[in-house]
């Protein structure tokens, strides 16, 4: 029995590196899988931004054909599109979001790590395998063709296997943001350090919970619109066949059930980092700290109700369009909520325009803009009228670009020095911010524009004399500017991981927990978990307040950073493990299988995945670390 | 009884959750509520398509509900038989748990051979895949829930198989009553299948 029990710990034994690669592809640690996020949807960001750029370049002029004849300009401007908006939303801007929650929830609500680490190296793998596997598309036959949003039945009858990697890639994703939302309820909900109540928690944390539910309610109903169509490709079901008696438009309401709450799971995310980054550039506490946390679960549970205002043009019938019109029009009551908090928060205050505060800023503004256009489209007579124009690509690029990666950035900027322990140029940020909100600017604003003329979206050119070309051109260079924004952020890390300014723990005199442990944090967090009395607690033991409200130092000793709390030896942390990593490599080798209709490589991938799960429940000092 | 196993029981319940409840439990929660919206979509589905059954046989023509009726019998015993298990592993009397185990794998199993048959009958009868959105709508419907069953059936024969290594103490019975959690939900999920599929009539 003895021996048994030491060949099986042999046989399932975890590594060890805490250095080198194999401390990363091991890693269970949420701060190094934070990291691995952000650096792979950096990735992903670079890519979609060439496909972006790319497609303007084909439309800076009329009657252009830059990729060969007007046959495979179209095809490849297809692919592009429909590339650039699957990878900005589930590649870029959904990881990145998922990056700044693991790296900030332990800390935040003052944890030494998430419910579940080696779930948690999971999810990050089988994101980077569904990353990896919908771009190989490109090499294998063609990327996806019919849109991010994939209508039926042009998505079930592409010819080539485009929609079908769109159809199991996004599965296999599916699968990551649910593992991932799993473990984000459970983390926040029970992993509190003492008198964290839910009341006292950062909006960040708030936000990251509410967008934990909406992933969890709304990623099994996008696996089965998935689903249907990979039957309907590969089996020859009929949910989506009009001949047979399917119906396209099932497939329009399931996709729109998940994607409304989608747009949520972009945008608060970036709502969370704001209400953090504005209190503290302003020296004032989050003006409403209550109502913008009720805005922010009222927005996640009316987010179910409004799906169908992406289909007005469908013909549904005027009480369905007039019901979703006036719920569309109500939602947009807790996100105005949101607004006037941060300008409540910024009013009076002692305003520091450092980079982080001027992406936050700058967010803002153009969420405003492209709130306002998002509640022009509510009205259904007007909606006829912008809908499949350029005046939508505007909306929405206002809303996850304006919104979604301006708050990311601004995300970036702000907990860069607590991630890496150096600060990053002021200098090159503020040229990155105004390079990044003029190009912005000069290339989505003129969406507005020829879109109200009537430009379709989703063509690969126009024709000359239509009064489109000269705001195509100036977009097209405003596409430009956003690319040389890009270069200076990339500069700047460079640049200051070179010089290394070396951050102190505190650096923007900020108010949440992260901030009073060293930067970058030590492995095992806090040597002392923290007991919070306070909401925006750290503040409150820095500063207490003078009778006329303003913020008085606590004299010398009052500071307790946990400089002096010991090294942290015989905190018990969870062991590296190979595992997640095993399970994860299985699902696209199952997804090959099954686009190529393979049996044997299905049945290899499954094989692994078996395994590699086996290995897990196998792996010793499994019993308390799932 | 089940208190006096809870004070034994937390010999991994190394730090309290805020909210008091079991991490690995709201997981499972969790999990499940997310499963109710996949179900709800195929059943959905299947309500749009359940008239549409163009060429091929219509749903009353081949339902046959008193087999059907019988194995999902079937499989609700296997619910008692799963409480069973849990129970006798709590009270640390293992050989039962693993009996009662292997009964509950062995009722669900009994329902997928069920399965089996009914889909190979309807096949012959005329009803594919691709034959209508009927036909799409009931394979693929009864078919995702058929695999959960499955999946349920390895993960229990898996604890049976760690029982009889040694390595499912009394103990460990959290990973029974998650299993459980499971096991109990699918089941839940066949009742409404069952009437919602076979016993509401269609327009014919």
Redo the contacts between chains.
């Keep these: 029995?003895a021996t048994a029990a030491i060949s099986q710990r042999r046989l399932f034994a975890r590594p060890t590196s805490t250095t080198g690669w194999k401390s990363w592809l091991f890693t269970v640690d949420h701060k190094k899988i934070g990291i691995l996020y952000g650096a792979t949807a950096f990735i992903f960001f670079i890519l979609g931004g060439l496909e972006a750029v790319a497609m303007r370049t084909q439309l800076a002029r009329p009657d252009q054909t830059l990729f060969g004849s007007a046959e495979q300009t179209a095809d490849l401007y297809n692919q592009f599109m429909t590339m650039h908006g699957v990878t900005m939303i589930f590649l870029v801007v959904m990881p990145m979001g998922v990056a700044l929650f693991n790296f900030f929830v332990p800390l935040m609500i003052g944890a030494r790590d998430v419910?579940?680490p080696r779930l948690n190296a999971l999810s990050y793998w089988i994101f980077a395998f569904g990353g990896i596997f919908l771009y190989s598309s490109f090499f294998l036959g063609g990327a996806p063709d019919g849109g991010w949003f994939g209508y039926a039945p042009l998505s079930t009858t592409q010819a080539s296997n485009g929609m079908s990697y769109y159809s199991v890639g996004l599965q296999i994703l599916g699968v990551a943001s649910?593992l991932g939302?799993?473990?984000f309820?459970?983390t926040i909900?029970?992993?509190?350090a003492p008198g964290?109540t839910m009341m006292r928690m950062p909006v960040f944390i708030w936000m990251t919970l509410v967008v934990s539910f909406l992933l969890?309610?709304?990623?099994?109903?996008i696996?089965?619109?998935l689903?249907?169509l990979m039957?309907d490709r590969l089996?020859?079901?009929?949910?989506f066949?009009p001949a047979?008696?399917?119906?396209p438009v099932?497939w329009q309401h399931?996709f729109w059930?998940f994607g409304h709450p989608e747009v949520y799971i972009l945008i608060l995310p970036a709502m969370g980092i704001v209400s953090e980054i504005i209190p503290v550039f302003s020296r004032k506490p989050l003006f409403g700290y209550a109502a913008i946390v009720f805005a922010g679960a009222a927005i996640g549970f009316m987010g179910w109700g409004v799906w169908a205002h992406h289909m007005f043009a469908v013909g549904l019938g005027p009480v369905a369009n007039s019901a979703f019109a006036i719920s569309t029009m109500f939602i947009a009551v807790p996100t105005g909520v949101k607004i006037f908090n941060w300008l409540g928060t910024m009013w009076g205050g002692d305003i520091r325009f450092k980079t982080p505060m001027l992406f936050a800023i700058g967010f803002v503004m153009m969420f405003i803009i492209g709130g306002l256009s998002g509640v022009t489209h509510s009205i259904v007579p007007h909606d006829a009228q912008q809908t499949d124009t350029y005046y939508i690509v505007a909306h929405f690029h206002y809303v996850l670009f304006g919104g979604a990666l301006f708050g990311i950035m601004a995300g970036l900027y702000y907990w860069w020095p607590k991630v890496f322990g150096h600060m990053l140029s002021e200098k090159l940020g503020k040229l990155h911010f105004w390079l990044w909100f003029i190009g912005f600017n000069v290339t989505f604003a003129p969406f507005h524009i020829v879109g109200l003329q009537g430009m379709p979206r989703r063509i690969y050119t126009y024709p000359k004399g239509m009064g489109w070309d000269v705001w195509n051109l100036v977009e097209t260079i405003g596409a430009f500017i956003i690319v040389s924004s890009v270069l200076v952020f990339i500069a700047n890390i460079i640049v200051s991981s070179r010089k290394r300014e070396e951050a102190v723990d505190d650096p923007w005199d900020a108010r949440t927990l992260e901030w009073s442990i060293p930067s970058p944090p030590p492995e095992y967090n806090f040597a002392e978990v923290p007991v919070v009395t306070h909401r925006d607690d750290w503040w409150h033991r820095k500063y207490v307040e003078s009778p006329e409200g303003f913020p008085v130092p606590v004299l010398a000793g009052g500071s307790k950073g946990e400089e002096n709390l010991g090294d942290g030896h015989g905190i018990?942390l969870p062991s590296p493990s190979f595992f997640p990593l095993v399970v994860a490599a299985g699902l696209p080798v199952m997804g090959y299988g099954v686009i190529y209709f393979n049996p044997l490589v299905l049945g290899l991938g499954a094989l692994i995945t078996m395994m590699g799960v086996f290995g897990w429940?196998f792996e010793p000092g499994a019993?308390?670390e799932? | 009884m089940s208190t006096e196993a809870h004070a034994v029981a937390p010999a991994h319940d190394e730090h309290q959750t805020s909210t008091g409840l079991d991490n690995v439990k709201m997981a499972m929660w969790a999990f499940l509520g997310s499963e109710c919206l996949f179900f709800g979509s195929l059943i959905s589905t299947y309500l749009l398509y359940r008239n549409r059954f163009g060429s091929g046989p219509a749903p009353h023509e081949i339902y046959d509900i008193p087999y059907t009726s019988v194995s999902s019998f079937v499989l609700l015993m296997s619910s008692l038989t799963m409480v069973l298990a849990l129970n006798a592993q709590q009270r640390g009397i293992l050989r039962a748990a693993r009996v009662w185990l292997l009964a509950t794998a062995f009722l669900g199993m009994t329902f997928i051979g069920g399965q089996i048959y009914e889909f190979t009958t309807f096949y012959h009868e005329g009803l594919a895949l691709s034959k209508s959105p009927f036909g799409s709508a009931f394979f693929v419907l009864t078919g995702f829930h058929g695999a959960h069953v499955t999946v349920g059936i390895l993960m229990l024969l898996s604890l049976v198989g760690m029982s009889l290594a040694g390595r499912l103490p009394q103990s460990d019975s959290r990973k029974v009553e998650l299993i459980g959690l499971y096991w109990h939900f699918v089941d839940i999920v066949w009742i409404v299948i069952f009437t919602v599929v076979y016993l509401i009539p269609t327009n014919n």
């Design positions: 029995m419910a579940f649910l939302a799993i473990n309820i459970v909900l029970n992993m509190r964290m969890l309610f709304a990623m099994p109903v696996a089965v619109a689903f249907q039957f089996f020859d079901t009929n949910f066949n047979a008696g399917g119906d099932l399931l059930l018990h429940i019993a308390d799932h």
